[in-house]
């Protein structure tokens, strides 16, 4: 059955919510300016302390008692609404669904019924997008603004061209060729698309992608010795390095789904979704519930939707979301949980569906409270199996299982041990892991140090990129692991690189998939492309399935 683009089942109930709403707003957006008014970011109090005459103090006194005045008048029409929308929880479904009618062509991917094999790139992203007032504790503002400037910033880097360049001959080329700089566009591993096939070198090239660009670059002089260089030549891969990666400026091109975490403001969520729709013709958002959870009960009170949106380049056939029932103290006033969707990515050479399974969680925050996570993973784990089961299809064919979102532990701090070993790390597999309380070498950390975000070293995307590359740079700005409680942290060990916490993690599995299906890690990519407008490195994944 196709999913209803509203969440309510009739017109009736749509509009007596948004009348509720519509009552209950001022009232809401009042308060966030209380808070909003009395509490700066960092960059604000920069900026107040280069002007001559500063007024601060005077907004400060007048904002507040005029905001305070506007909350008090509007607090009876906010009762009055919070009757009407609360009940109507009951009858919501737990989000939205967009479907931009304008980009029919580039709804599938042609790759397996052309080639029997197709590239696939998921992202994710924490965006903090609180209301104004609450996303300034994180030294955050301008939550309106911040989601326009996050919502354009991925919509170029997702729909530049995908330059894929060939070199004929394998050993030189000329440097004054066409390939773009080392400090172009990312630091990192080689590229493995910018490397095709040996044996289709000599033969034509067809891009899979209608808006992809290939650029063969004939090189046959035995004289020219200059090095080839490729669009992450920065720092060439490692021989122990076992995964292509990279420290990218912009999303990936032609990223093909992406999750975000944290976009609890409503207004913002139809920004981004006013910008992402040119790309992404598939969006899940306002996901979660409201009100009390259960309904028709007192034991907790939703205050937020779970912030997580999908967008997606391909169909939703089906959704599923489940909140966590176990959380505690602020956590508890979001409605955090799980967000399932079957995809329809394209057709095999046989005239099957090809499907894929992506899932987006946003586990629980708080420090020191592991078991609750790994309680929140066994709930995970359990939801997927049982959607993945009761949405399987005869003759269809399975080609990716994906899990992300911020987890909220890293796998270097001894205090989240507990969740490093998590039975769940035995059927997903994390291309940064090296195992439990172990990264990789060449891993970064995704969480920025929420005091130094507008510094110049991490304040534009060219800067932070050149930042996370310097490990005496990169200490400096990335949050340092936690130690467990009543011991002193050690680290890194002796001949480990410094890498910080990693919140964020695309995974995958292979066992869910179809049988004749093989995944192949193409490229792993941290992005800069949001400096200064969240406190989360974005993380990447490309992967290659090939059918058998």
Request: include cysteine; charge should be negative.
């Amino acid at each position: 059955m196709a999913l209803e683009p509203s969440p309510f089942p009739n017109r009736v109930a749509a509009g007596a919510h948004a009348v509720g709403w519509a009552l209950v707003w001022p009232c809401f957006w009042s308060l966030d300016r209380i808070i909003g008014v009395c509490k700066s970011t960092t960059l604000e109090r920069t900026r107040r302390r280069e002007q001559e005459c500063d007024l601060h103090p005077l907004k400060v006194f007048f904002g507040f008692i005029l905001f305070l005045l506007l909350f008090l008048l509007s607090l009876p029409f906010a009762f009055v609404g919070f009757l009407l929308w609360a009940p109507l929880q009951v009858c919501r479904r737990p989000f939205q669904y967009l479907v931009e009618e304008s980009l029919p062509g580039r709804e599938t991917h042609q790759g397996f019924a052309l080639e029997g094999k197709a590239s696939f790139c998921f992202a994710t992203a924490n965006l903090c997008l609180l209301p104004d007032g609450l996303a300034r504790f994180n030294n955050l503002g301008d939550t309106q603004t911040r989601a326009a400037q996050i919502g354009q910033l991925i919509f170029q880097g997702v729909g530049r061209p995908n330059m894929r360049v060939f070199i004929d001959s394998p050993g030189s080329c000329p440097s004054n060729s066409i390939l773009p700089a080392a400090n172009s566009a990312s630091y990192g591993a080689t590229d493995r698309q910018s490397h095709p096939d040996p044996a289709s070198v000599d033969g034509p090239v067809a891009p899979v992608r209608s808006n992809s660009h290939v650029v063969h670059v004939p090189c046959d002089d035995p004289e020219q010795s200059a090095p080839v260089a490729h669009r992450s030549a920065a720092r060439a891969l490692r021989p122990q390095d076992d995964v292509p990666w990279e420290v990218s400026t912009m999303f990936p091109a032609h990223l093909d789904v992406l999750c975000l975490e944290e976009v609890f403001d409503k207004r913002a969520a139809r920004k981004l979704t006013d910008r992402l729709k040119p790309v992404f013709g598939h969006i899940l958002y306002d996901v979660g519930v409201y009100a009390c959870q259960p309904p028709c009960s007192c034991s907790t009170f939703k205050f937020f939707n779970s912030g997580m949106l999908l967008a997606s380049r391909f169909p939703v056939l089906e959704a599923q979301y489940h909140f966590f029932p176990n959380s505690r103290g602020e956590d508890a006033l979001a409605a955090k949980g799980l967000l399932s969707a079957k995809l329809l990515v394209g057709r095999t050479r046989k005239g099957e569906n090809a499907v894929g399974y992506f899932n987006c969680t946003h586990l629980h925050a708080p420090e020191g409270e592991g078991e609750i996570r790994c309680v929140q993973l066994d709930m995970v784990t359990g939801w997927i199996d049982n959607f993945q089961a009761a949405n399987r299809r005869p003759g269809e064919d399975v080609v990716f299982d994906v899990l992300c979102g911020d987890f909220n532990f890293d796998n270097c701090s001894p205090d989240d041990h507990l969740e490093q070993n998590h039975s769940l790390f035995k059927e997903y597999r994390d291309p940064c892991r090296a195992g439990p309380g172990r990264e990789k070498p060449w891993v970064i950390g995704t969480l920025l140090e929420q005091p130094t975000l507008y510094h110049d070293d991490v304040g534009t995307a060219e800067n932070l990129q050149r930042t996370l590359v310097q490990e005496d740079l990169r200490k400096r700005y990335i949050s340092p692991p936690v130690p467990a409680e009543g011991r002193p942290l050690v680290y890194p060990e002796d001949g480990q690189p410094w890498v910080g916490r990693r919140l964020d993690y695309v995974l995958f599995r292979e066992n869910s998939i179809s049988s004749h299906c093989r995944t192949e890690v193409e490229e792993v990519s941290f992005i800069t492309q949001l400096a200064g407008l969240t406190d989360h490195i974005p993380v990447g994944l490309r992967v290659k399935v090939s059918m058998d």
